[in-house]
């Protein structure tokens, strides 16, 4: 007997009736790596985080990231990083200024020539990072010392994310169109959806009082 | 949506004599200052169990709550109402992925929860082991289990642990639209034919008695969930999520000309507070271990997705691939 479900599509699964042994434990890496996200909430804005998905790749991090992160929000750019390519300092508290923790750290791994880099402040701790500028340097540590003498007095700035600019997958300005989302969308707003009339008409018809 | 009633319950790492004395005074602190937790952090041992366990909880309950709706997805009434109610599910699928992301940053693989989840080690929200025999079950779903979800969200987004209250942040914007969706649907139903009101009163009947377990038995208030609240982690009890709810949307229920099926609910004007039967917590019990109307068909559905799938995923994965808890 396999499963008869109210769900015609769960009773097309043909499953099994009663119960299933115990899974293995899921090998590593079944859900694939992770890329953290970074989108434009319109243009010129700067590019916010606004979290990670799990993807096998880069191209298929970017469509996870723009189903995930633009299908309901206002967007018009994105950003996606893989994380492991993304260094973190430590954390501040709120009202503090990270860059004045962190010391001069001799490179670990570093290029001939200087490299572009992204950086990324939190202002205060639950908000999301916000991409504050681009930095030229030969390591991650140099990015670092780069980003405080240029932004680094910009307020309080809790935590810092640097990552170099070829490890950022980035959408392209001729691409813009696909940030558009059609008006036919509308039924996915809750805006759409107005029953006050419905109720007050139905009320009045049947005089029943809201206690 | 989410499946709220958490049952906090004392775990072996209860003990905080353990924990070192000084940087508990400062994590406690923090707090104290309404600084919010970062993943990296020093934490309590029993801070990131339990929030491991209400986040991954959470973050099932958004997987499987989809199940029962997706139910009629097939035979909406008409291509709006479809098209509708896939965004709605697509939407809780979505919840699910951010939820598992802001567990996995304090250390529970997505892998191991699915895991847990298909083995039956971890709960998602009781309620969705119930079937939505019609369209009208359905609509009481999307209105009512979505407003519970949404009183417990808007509260546990003041939590203290940052990644946790940036995905809440998210998941609240788009349930505004599900809540007012599920009320529309209710409403048409209620102010339509009188086979549609009696379709509705039906539903609502069979889901009232899940809606009231919903928010998890009354709390025991132990020294246990006073640290839990001072930690802010558990931001309201069971009750007062209970009462807020009641206060919210029985009345938009009355409105309707609908019945309560409960015939005990009222409130009294003293206190302040809903009187109700005490609803069946043998029966919740008994249907949170496994003995439900549709646990079985819940795991089995997500347990062959995951099967099905695994080539899928296996010939994708790229051999040099490095796994790295995502960062916030």
Redesign the interface.
């Known amino acids: 007997m396999s ?1 008869t ?6 009773t097309r ?1 043909n ?6 042994p ?2 293995e ?10 890329y ?1 996200v970074f989108h434009q909430k319109k243009e010129g804005a700067a590019y916010t ?6 993807a ?2 880069e191209e ?1 991090a970017f469509l996870f990231a723009k ?2 992160y633009s ?3 206002a967007c018009t750019g994105m950003w996606i990083a ?3 390519h ?1 260094q ?1 300092t ?2 501040a ?2 009202g503090e200024n990270v860059y004045d923790m962190v010391r001069a750290q001799d490179p670990t791994e570093q290029s001939e020539q200087p490299e572009p880099y992204e950086i990324f402040h939190l202002k205060k ?2 908000k ?2 916000t991409h504050a500028g681009r930095v030229m340097a030969t390591s991650y540590q140099e990015a670092l010392q780069e980003a405080r003498n240029q932004y680094g007095d910009k307020g309080p700035i809790v ?1 810092v ?1 640097v990552v170099m600019s070829k490890h950022v997958l980035q959408s392209a300005e001729e691409d813009k169109d696909m940030w558009t989302t059609i008006p036919e ?1 509308k ?9 006050m009339d ?2 007050t ?3 009045e018809e ?1 005089k ?4 | 949506m989410y499946g709220g009633g958490n049952v906090f319950e004392a775990t072996k790492f209860d003990d905080l004599q353990t924990e070192d004395p000084v940087k508990l005074a400062e994590f406690e602190a ?1 707090i104290a ?1 309404g ?4 993943p ?2 020093w934490m309590p041992q029993l801070y990131r169990k339990q929030l491991i366990r209400m986040i991954e909880q959470h973050a099932h309950s958004e997987i499987i709550g989809a ?1 029962p709706e ?6 909406a009434p008409g291509f ?1 109402r479809k ?2 109610q896939m ?2 599910v ?2 809780e699928v ?1 919840h699910a ?2 939820l598992y ?1 802001a567990a ?1 940053t304090l250390g529970k ?4 929860m ?2 847990d989840l ?2 039956g080690k971890s709960k998602y929200s009781n309620v969705f082991n119930y ?3 019609t369209w009208a079950d359905s609509n009481i779903i999307s209105w009512l289990i979505d407003a519970g979800a949404i009183v417990n969200q808007m509260a546990n987004a003041k939590g203290s642990y ?1 990644p946790y ?3 809440l942040e ?1 998941i609240c ?2 349930e ?2 599900h ?3 599920g ?2 649907a209710v ?2 139903m ?2 339509g034919t009188p086979k549609q009101r009696e379709m509705i009163q039906a539903a609502l009947n069979r889901w009232w008695p899940p809606i009231m377990t919903f928010f998890g038995p009354s709390d025991k208030m132990s020294t246990h969930t006073e640290t839990l609240m001072r930690w802010k982690v558990k931001m309201a009890s069971n009750d007062e999520c209970r009462q807020q709810f009641l206060d919210m949307y029985v ?2 229920i ?4 609908l019945t309560v099926p409960d015939p005990n609910l009222k409130k009294n004007m003293e206190t302040g507070q809903w009187e109700y039967t005490e609803p069946d917590w043998d029966e919740f019990k008994r249907v949170i271990n496994g003995d439900g109307p549709c646990n ?2 819940r ?3 997500r ?2 997705a ?2 099905r799938g ?1 080539w899928v ?1 296996r010939a ?3 051999p040099k ?8």
Do not use: C
């Not at chain 1, 479900?5 to 769960?10: A, E, F, Y």
């Not at chain 2, 997706?70 to 035979?75: A, E």
């Open positions: 499963l479900s109210l769900d015609p599509r769960v699964l499953l099994p009736e009663g119960e299933a115990a899974i434990p899921k090998p590593e890496l079944d859900q694939f790596e992770t953290e985080y606004v979290g990670p998905v799990h096998p790749n298929v189903e995930q299908r309901r929000a893989r994380t492991e993304i973190v430590p954390y508290g709120d701790r639950g999301a990072h935590n994310w969308k039924y996915r707003e809750a805006i759409a959806y107005k029953v419905k109720i008409k139905y009320k049947h029943t009082t809201a206690s | 923090r200052r600084e919010k937790i970062e990296n952090d199940l997706g139910t009629w997805i097939t035979r709006r098209m509708a965004a709605k697509q939407d979505g992925q951010l992301s996995e693989t997505r892998e191991q699915l895991t298909i083995n079937p939505a025999f940052g209250s940036r995905a998210r914007a788009e505004a639209f809540l007012k969706y009320h529309d409403v048409h209620a102010t009345p938009k009355w409105e309707l000309g079985a068909e795991l089995a559905v347990r062959t995951e099967e695994a995923r994708l994965l790229n691939a490095k796994y790295v808890r995502p960062l916030a």
